[in-house]
């Protein structure tokens, strides 16, 4: 069973910037894709960013332009980098890992940011 491991949220205020780090328990190749999704208090589960196999990156449109996902391969890491952050961003990050049809999730990361 992979474990993901989420890291690097703290406070910050808005328009400041932040990485986050998942760390995978396995080899990033070994799966589809790497992830990056937000929940914030009483709201779903929401898509924000993803990296596959090849290198090909996809954000939801809500943080084009601000956030960047990326992997160091050879630590088997998955970084969001979010800058210019807003308001509406704060929320506990997660970094699933997609195999065909299994997914695995970490424990999450609270970004929250002080208004």
Known sequence: QVQLVESGGTLVQPGGSLKLSCAVSENIFNFNAISWY???????RDFVA????????RYADSVKGRFTISRDNAKDTVFLQMNSLKPEDPAAYYCPSHL???HSWGQGTPVPVSS
Do not use: D, F
Not at 50 to 57: D, E, L, Q, R
């Open 38 to 44: 937000r929940q914030a208090p009483g709201k779903e």
């Open 100 to 102: 065909l049809s299994r």
């Open 50 to 57: 993803s990296i596959n196999v090849g290198g090909k990156t």
